[in-house]
């Protein structure tokens, strides 16, 4: 097909992630992939900012990984994890039991970041039942966080602002505080956990776990916050005998400069959300890690096991590209490519911290945030963004930045350059209304 017939297809049959189905939507059909760069079918080359969604920090067509899922292909490429496992699955789990913050001993592999969450909310949920302890249902979460789309984790997504607050009425109750301050870098105030502290102090006895993303909030607002704030809330969820979830879908593997966000407040969650950068952007995996304690306790309860079985859990063609991604970050020096993409995504959307369109920079590790004014009109930057050559998709009032770590210095400044020709753009658009 060519670019007409294949966009008019599409139009035709498909529907987009958040989008309407109006015929006048942008759309750019994709040809292929090779390190960061996309070729559109029209054979246009884009530079992706995007790492498909934060997902692919090795880039596109790896060798490593092309090899690991194309040799498991040629063993099974699914068999049902009820009663079978396998070898990619199997080490998979004892590498990430390896690699996560100390404590967390159980996996339980999933389909997707959405029904990871899922699974914590359950395991939390279970957990408490087995402790004879059936009040501890309701969740804590935070204002501008984003934990998912499936109905579980809708229920723990902003219920105001975000994504998802259509839904509100029709999600079972859970606690919502503000959203976790100050920034990153910055010590933590008896102010700034008031909030966290009031809500447990009243509502213990009914909370089974607070979750969090940890350090970067996400898709609900791309917020950098203190280390300090995740390692008192730890300290605040032993006192009040609550569960933590740690979120890291977004910011596992390497995100933010650590392996793991946890490790900049040095703490171990009970519960651990994994997912996007899992297989290198290969193929839809995710993980739930957990105490032994949490997963002996379920076991020992009347019901006995864990309530939750994808018909995909555990695939092995995922499972070893993950193994094959794993090998691949480990064994690279991701630090100094995250510290390299940081310092230099700092120096570059500096100007932009004093442009009329723009209300705040921030970065950390290998994310950059540009904060505008006002909400994106996606009908006219999409294409304009697409126009410099570099795939971006902003969201709300963010202009942002995750590439893959491979990147080059200068497919980056690309970037940046690109962002800032963005705000500019907006800013004339807003000047000539």
Known sequence: MNTETLIAKDRQFLWHPYSNTNANNPLFAVASAKGC???????????????SWWCAVHGYNHPALNHAITEQLAKMAHVMFGGLTHAPAVTLAERLVAITPTGLDKVFLADSGSVSVEVALKMARQYWLAKKQPDKQSMLSFKQGYHGDTTGAMSVCDPDNGMHHLFSGSLG?????????????VSTT?????????TLTQHHTNIAAVIIEPIVQGAGGMRFYSADFLRSLRQLCDEHNVLLIADEI???FGRTGKLFACEHAGITPDILCLGKALTGGYMTLAATLCSNHIAETISRSEVGVLMHGPTFMGNPLACAVANASLDLLLNSAWQQQVSAIEKQLTAELAPLQNHSAVAEVRTLGAIGVVELKEPVNMQQVQ???????????PFGKRLYTMPPFIITPNELTKITQAMIKTCDFIQADIAAR
């Open 383 to 393: 294409p304009f963004i697409v126009e410099q050559g570099v795939w971006l998709r």
């Open 173 to 185: 109750h859970n606690y919502f505080c503000a959203a976790p301050t100050p920034a990153f870098g």
């Open 37 to 51: 760069r996309l070729t559109l079918t029209d054979g246009r080359e884009l530079i992706d900012g995007m790492a």
């Open 190 to 198: 008896e102010a700034d956990l008031a909030d966290v502290k009031d």
């Open 250 to 252: 977004a910011t596992g």
